[in-house]
């Protein structure tokens, strides 16, 4: 008898926490006729999640400020509502985007972080529904030529053009030999390619080019492998926060190597607090300009109350752009929205930096045209990519720094 | 003479130490496997969470004590927790026992029973674990990184390798070898420990003897924790502590404890080597230890591994259905605790 109460009891107590935790998401707001809604769909959880805090507050910075203005389509307000794609867990991307979707009728997406997770949500959602998606970090090189209907833009350029940059870079350092490791990914697989063929055809010899899963608790057999092959630098195509940081870790407590390559994705505070001082010296890659833009729009995130990480100001103007094209094309429709991403981008017209979308908006109102510059000195190329300048980085006295830019 | 003594220790730092370091691992965790089997006659499916749970504990109770400023340095802090983590742990495997096992005990139920409500129990305590600790990533290392490193072997001896030695490599095998050698002293010479293996030799004839049965069940489960929370701490310092790390070892686990053949703990230890060194062996690059030991004009284009290191986990696997099929009952089969 005392069991089975207390098994009611343990019965009644799942069933409570259940509807509690379930609440939230029950909350969706009815969309009112005047307001644009976007959802930020990014990897809140995962691999690349110490990056996703900022991004999500620059796309909302850029949201806010429209909001602000008072001038999109006639005053709407701008509305969001964050989703988590994850990085790794394609379906948990696309069930992420659907809902926001169908549950939160978003007019736009912007995101998703990783690439995997971005092709995911583009071939399975976003195309079958007709709504435009702009993400700020995905540099698959595979988004290129992928069928998109013309409904995908990024802000990030593709890694074709950081694997180029890459190769330029280890020449200039005369560095001749490199072993390379990347996660198991669109994104890791892409970069890995993209550097191996630039960097050979350069006279470069890559000793060996080996996937590393994330989330193991031990990269001792990788590492041993590597360090067999040789090579001069270690080349880590992976994330900050899993497998990258477990490949320098055991590198380093092996004495396997001693200096990194660091693409875009291994650049972040998180890695050198986690690694300390022997990771001085390392270098690296991180999409970046020297722009007005960058500058004002470190300010303007400095006094919204956080810090403009990697991929933060990608993020900023992925929103803005996307809500310039809504108002260039006078609706926030994505079928008539993603015709005009183009022209808000690209020459010719007046130039528009960070905190200056009102006069954007107001420009586009009366008429005018824009070239929207944005915190990243955007261009907008191809199939709607950014055309890519980078920041090189060198780990100096446990920071990232920068040498200059590319 | 030189190409000889680099290969060797080009062999050590990559192969022989991290191999002894993880076997040692496997084999507290096997050995916990074994134990119960022996005992209670169940496969312990929640012998992973088991000891992440103890390795969880442990690490609060190291960052409380760091946060008062205890330090044994150089040794990690979380040696003097584990007792702690010991105490928490045996404390749910007891309640567990006598919440779940117990009943099914009573009945005589048949063991597949016990395993899938092992399996439950696994389930339940992996919320648990993620629940107080959430399932990220935990650094709770302090104390010196290493006794040797790479670069200062180099300078020491003139050879082009490095050996390195980590503080958590060697203080896994010093305390993997106390612990085992305390286990078979205890289950050879006490009073318990015969009662113990008496139970589990013949159940019937034990009780007969007047051996009281929840006193046994009670000392294994406390001896189960123990191993659990030492291995799973271990691990933790040496490794990383991450909640799902933890039910990926279970596979290893179990082949250390089935290679040995279930019950005997001799083989449970034997057993996790042959599997961590099988592992090790098989996804190792042999390329520069041949340039060593080759002839000076020895050129190698391939790496010389013969398993990629995704295949790692897949070679318990293999050993396991190799021993299965070949020799079931395991290499040191006969001889139970």
């Known amino acids: 008898m005392n069991k089975k109460i207390i098994g009611g009891i343990v019965v ?50 850029a949201m806010k400020e429209v909001s602000a203005s008072q001038l999109l389509l006639g005053g709407s307000s701008v509305s969001n509502v964050r989703a988590d794609s994850t990085c790794v867990d394609a379906s948990a991307a696309a069930a992420a985007a659907e809902r926001v979707i169908s549950a939160d009728k978003v007019d736009a997406i912007i995101g998703a972080l990783c690439s995997g997770a971005t092709i995911s949500i583009l071939q399975n959602v976003a195309m079958p529904k007709g709504v435009m998606m702009f993400s700020p970090s995905a540099t698959s090189p595979a988004l290129s030529t992928l069928e998109d209907n013309d409904l995908f833009f990024r802000t990030s350029p593709s890694d074709a053009r950081q694997g180029q940059v890459i190769a330029e870079l280890l020449q200039e350092k005369g560095i001749k030999s490199i072993a390379m490791t990347y996660t198991n990914n669109d994104y890791g697989k892409g970069l890995a390619d993209a550097i191996q063929s630039n960097y050979e055809a350069a006279g470069g010899k890559v000793t060996i080019n080996a996937a590393h899963e994330d989330g193991k608790g031990d990269y001792s057999a990788e590492v041993a492998a590597l360090s067999q092959a040789g090579g001069e630098i270690l080349m880590v195509v992976g994330y900050l926060d899993q497998g990258g940081k477990g490949i320098i870790q055991s590198s380093l407590d092996a004495g396997a190597f001693s200096n990194f390559f660091l693409p875009d994705a291994m650049i972040g505070e998180s890695l050198v607090k986690a690694i300390g001082p022997d990771l001085d010296g390392s270098i690296g890659t991180v999409p970046g300009t020297d722009s007005k833009g960058a500058e004002i729009y470190a300010e303007l995130a400095t006094k919204d109350g956080f810090t403009a990480g990697p991929y933060s100001p990608e993020a900023y103007d992925a929103a803005a752009l996307t809500l310039l094209a809504m108002q260039a094309a006078n609706s926030a429709d994505s079928n008539a929205a993603k015709a005009k991403v183009f022209e808000v981008a690209n020459a010719p017209g007046t130039k528009i930096l960070p905190g200056e979308l009102a006069k954007g908006l107001q420009i586009l109102k009366d008429g005018g045209d824009i070239d929207y510059v944005g915190a990243t000195a955007v261009e907008l190329i191809g199939a709607g990519e950014s055309a890519g300048s980078y920041r090189e980085i060198l780990v100096k006295d446990g920071k990232n720094t920068t040498v200059r830019y590319r | 003479m030189t190409d000889i003594l680099n290969a060797l220790t080009l062999l050590a730092n990559f192969l022989i130490i991290p191999g002894l370091t993880y076997g040692s691992q496997l084999a507290l965790g096997a050995l916990g496997v074994t134990l119960v089997y022996g005992v209670l006659r169940f496969s312990n499916f929640a012998q992973g969470e088991t000891m992440a749970f103890g390795a969880m504990i442990t690490i609060l109770v190291t960052w409380g004590l760091q946060s008062i400023g205890v330090s044994i340095k150089p040794l990690p802090t979380a040696l003097i927790a584990i007792p702690i983590g010991i105490t928490v742990t045996a404390i749910l495997t007891l309640a ?115 051996i009281d049965p929840d006193r046994v069940v009670m000392v294994t489960w406390i001896i189960v924790a123990a191993l659990a929370t030492v291995g799973g701490t271990l691990y933790g310092l040496d490794k990383s502590f991450k909640p799902f790390v933890y039910m990926q070892l279970l596979l290893p686990i179990f082949a250390s404890a089935i290679v040995g053949g279930v019950g005997n703990p001799v083989g449970a230890i034997a057993g996790g080597y042959v599997i961590a060194f099988s592992e090790l062996i098989l996804t190792f690059a042999y390329k520069k230890v041949l340039l060593y030991l080759g002839p000076d004009n020895l050129e190698l284009d391939s790496l010389i591994q013969f398993l990629g290191t995704d295949y790692k986990i897949a070679v318990s696997f293999i050993i396991l259905v190799i021993v299965l099929v070949i020799k079931p009952t395991g290499l040191f089969s006969g001889k139970t605790i």
Do not use: C
Request: charged fraction near 20%; glycine fraction near 8%; hydrophobic fraction near 50%.
């Open chain 1, 12 to 61: 009644v107590l799942i069933a409570i926490a259940y509807f509690v935790l379930q609440a939230p998401q029950e909350e969706t707001a009815d969309k009112t006729t005047n307001e644009v809604k976007l959802a930020v769909v990014l990897g809140f959880t995962g691999p690349a999640e110490s990056l996703a805090e900022s991004m999500a507050r620059g796309a909302e910075l």
């Open chain 2, 96 to 210: 567990i026992d006598k919440v779940v096992y117990r009943y099914h005990r009573e009945r005589r139920a048949n063991p597949v029973i016990f395993l899938i409500v092992s399996i439950g129990v696994m389930f339940f305590m992996g919320g648990l674990i993620r629940f107080i600790i959430g399932p990220g990533d935990q650094i709770f290392f302090d104390g010196t990184r290493f006794i040797l490193k790479a670069q200062e072997f180099k300078e020491m001896t003139g050879l082009n390798e490095g050996l390195s030695l980590k503080m958590t490599q060697a203080v896994t095998i010093a305390i993997a070898l106390i612990i085992v050698t305390a286990m078979f002293w205890f289950l050879n010479h006490t009073r318990t420990g015969k009662s113990m293996r008496a139970y589990s030799d013949n159940e019937d004839l034990a009780l007969l003897s007047g």
